[in-house]
């Protein structure tokens, strides 16, 4: 009786010291996870936070490999993985024929198999898979898989314990990631819309320009920030001039950059005694070769030669909208459309120049698509038609004031002054004396 007693007791002290060990295991663990996210949550980079779980989840279970899926775009997406193919992974299917991490993110659960069947697609390197969801409290991230543990066996229930509360951490921590992430990339475009603001001011030319026999008025009001509009006013003599406006299809500091290089070309390129056509046929050759096709952008523009003494303009009309000219004498209007299309497509493009006389009192309206395509509430747009019918009816009027009467008929038109404006304006009015 008493040796009985004795062996009971004997296996009530071993189970008990058993699950004394087990308990230290655990609070061990726990401690281990509890540092272990506590260190996981002070990262702010994504890449070392994706790092760092990695390597915790699977030194705590003991794992062999594992990797880190997260979505994007629509599809889960390897982020890091420590010698974990994207196959391997492909061929664990569950019984809905759903490979275990699209199953683990769909459901939202841990997925923990210890056994496989003999034939298993993945070639019978598996022997235990560990898939945790990652995911906050409003979303799902992605999901972490271990694979194998290098004493052998499977996965335990403590093992699951143990790598979801760290997941529950680093989940914490990617989002925190993610904001200061978002929060610098915002910072940095804030800082790059400054500078190119300031380039694009530094850009726009003064109107105290003054000239013999001619007045010249402009206004520029971009949509946003930064703009891409451009106009200049390039001076070559007291009865010589060039006017350019154009509009870049960019905005931000790739624009301001082009009008940069534009500009620098055309002030270059201006007093030389080149045929304008043959000069914007190599310009935009150059922007083709070298600067705007590898971004796919464009830039219309309409450039113009004025000859004062001579009473003459030449120009190019490079895929822009038509200047208007207003002719005193006959209270007509006619446009300019002569040139070709916009720069920076078709590299071997030959552009035409056009001539025109100019009298005493014809004045010549360069504008942008921000006026002819400013919508109302209805959204009907102003048109040139409508433009055209202003030029007439305002053909008296000093060219400063038929530019301010000019931006706020528009801003009328388009009526609510809580709408923003939807693109750049620029206006430019050149009355000949």
Known sequence: MLSLLDKQMEFLERKLFDLENRIED???????VATMGLMITS???????????MDMATRMVGGEVGCIMLLENGLLQTKISWGLDDRVIKSIKMENEVDIATCTFQTGETIVINEFPEGATHGGLINAVISVPLATQERQLGVLIVVNKTAGGGFTDEDKNAVETLVRFAAVSIENANLMKERLERQKLEQELVVARQVQQALLPSNAEVFEHASIAAAYLPAGQVGGDYYDIIRLSPHEFV??????SNKGMLAALMMTAARSVFRMEAGKKVEIGQMITALNAFLCEQVLKTENMFISLAYA?????????TYVNAGHLAPIHFHKKTSEITVWK????????????????????????????FYTDGITECEDSEGRMYTRERLNKFVLANAEREPEEF?????????????????????DITTLLIEIE
Do not use: H, W
């Not at 030669?305 to 303009?313: A, G, K």
């Not at 078709?346 to 009298?359: I, R």
């Not at 530019?403 to 693109?423: C, H, Y």
């Open 43 to 53: 990262l702010l980079d994504i890449e070392k936070v994706l790092s760092a779980m």
């Open 243 to 248: 006017i350019i406006v154009g509009d870049v």
């Open 403 to 423: 530019i301010a009467m000019l931006t706020r008929e528009v801003s009328d038109f388009k009526g609510d002054p809580n709408k923003p404006q939807s693109d």
């Open 26 to 32: 655990q609070t061990m663990q726990l401690n281990d």
């Open 338 to 365: 002569i040139g070709g299309t916009v720069l920076g497509q078709f590299p071997s493009f030959v552009y035409q120049s056009g001539s025109v006389a100019l009298e005493t009192g014809d004045r010549v309206l």
């Open 305 to 313: 030669y004025f000859n004062l003494r001579m009473m003459t303009c």
